[in-house]
């Protein structure tokens, strides 16, 4: 007999679970944006800023959700998954640099959709909590990952619309300098 998915039963996880699972992610995900803002360094300072701050993000949920650990008395339950990324370089996978209109609009593109993976995992990490003292931290982080989303958007179209019209002027400016 084929199932809805309403039917299906509400994934709940403990306490300690979804905080060492939102932990894990948000550590990775601070790494990941830390590799992009060095990435983006060459080609844009300014996203490369944008990435260097959603890194600084990340680490401020770390600090808030160890507030709230602390708080609740399950820190000693937890152990933070900084400790174990601390060895390891935040350059380590996938570094490269990018240098051009085509590797950035590709980049920004996975970027997207990593966000778009984070804001549903963090999502699914609210309707599993099963303890409402960590409500309001849960909602403030998908919020935080909506405007990530749609920052990241943002920072795309803007690129999609002003390399076309800053890099004609400038190749025409040259192409005269040129005939000169």
């Known amino acids: 007999m084929p199932y809805d998915q309403q039917d299906v039963a509400k994934l709940i ?21 830390r590799r992009l803002a060095f990435s983006f360094l060459p080609f844009d300072v300014g996203i490369s800023k944008l990435m260097a701050a959603l890194g600084v993000e990340c680490e401020r949920r770390l600090d808030t959700q160890r507030e709230v650990t602390q708080e609740l008395g399950l820190s000693d339950l937890i152990t933070t998954g900084e400790a174990g990324n601390a060895a ?6 996938h570094y490269f640099f990018i240098v051009n209109r ?21 999502e699914h ?12 931290m849960l909602k403030g982080f998908v919020k935080q990952k909506q405007a990530e989303c ?20 400038a190749m025409a400016s040259y192409r005269q300098r040129s005939l000169w």
């Open 150 to 169: 749609r920052i990241l958007q943002e920072s795309l179209d803007s690129l999609e619309s002003s390399v076309d019209s800053v890099s004609m002027p």
């Open 102 to 122: 085509a590797m950035a609009m590709a980049m920004l593109t996975q970027v997207i959709a990593s966000a778009d993976y984070s804001l549903r995992f963090h």
């Open 13 to 33: 996880l403990m306490p300690e679970e979804l905080l060492v699972l939102a932990d894990t992610h948000e550590t990775h995900e601070m790494h990941h944006y």
């Open 88 to 93: 390891r370089s935040p350059f380590g996978k």
């Open 125 to 136: 990490l609210q309707s599993a909590n099963a303890m409402p003292e960590l409500d309001p």
